[in-house]
């Protein structure tokens, strides 16, 4: 078992810090995005936080957050319970591994991440969902659906990069 309080990284105003933005995705969502449709799709705001999460501290705490998000967005999915919260932990957990590698210096890399992300994510998320019996994931049309939800993922990730970072900053002494 990960023990994700390990050297104090996640203290509890930081923890604190992470729920809510767990609670503030699913609002987003399912309140908020599935208004602001983009050619009929809306783009995975908890895949994007989970991925600024690794990003910024790693793969275990990453692919946890993208775990916990993946689980609370499937409660609102008609697609297998679980199906997201693996997409979404698995995809963070690559992003905060390969993240050690990566120029940090460029402002374009919260876009390239998110897109990325975007498409590594609905890979597995189409992938894994044709296996466990949901065919009409496997169509021409999901390709579509990732694509397009890859490039909302891009456009959105500026915005939750700097969220990330907020609720992993550490606590004022």
Not at 74 to 88: E, K, M, V
Not at 132 to 159: K, N, T, W
């Amino acid at each position: 078992m990960v023990d994700i309080r390990r050297r104090d990284r996640v203290s509890p105003l930081r923890l604190l810090r992470l729920l809510f933005l767990v609670v503030l995705t699913v609002l987003a969502q399912t309140l908020v995005f599935p208004n602001l449709r983009v050619f009929g799709v809306v783009p995975d705001v908890g895949l994007v936080l989970a991925v600024a999460v690794a990003y910024s501290e790693g793969p275990e705490i990453g692919a946890v957050f993208g775990f916990v998000e993946g689980l609370v967005i499937d409660l609102f999915l008609n697609t297998p319970f679980g199906l997201s919260a693996l997409a979404f932990g698995i995809t963070a957990l690559l992003v905060g591994i390969l993240q050690s590698g990566l120029v940090r210096t460029s402002r374009w890399m919260p876009v390239l991440v998110g897109f990325g992300s975007g498409i590594a994510s609905g890979a597995i998320f189409v992938c894994v969902g044709a296996l466990v019996g949901q065919e009409q994931l496997f169509e021409l049309e999901s390709v579509r659906i990732v694509a397009f939800a890859a490039g909302y993922d891009a456009v959105i990730a500026p915005i939750c990069f700097p969220l990330a970072r907020w609720a992993l900053r550490p606590p004022s002494p």
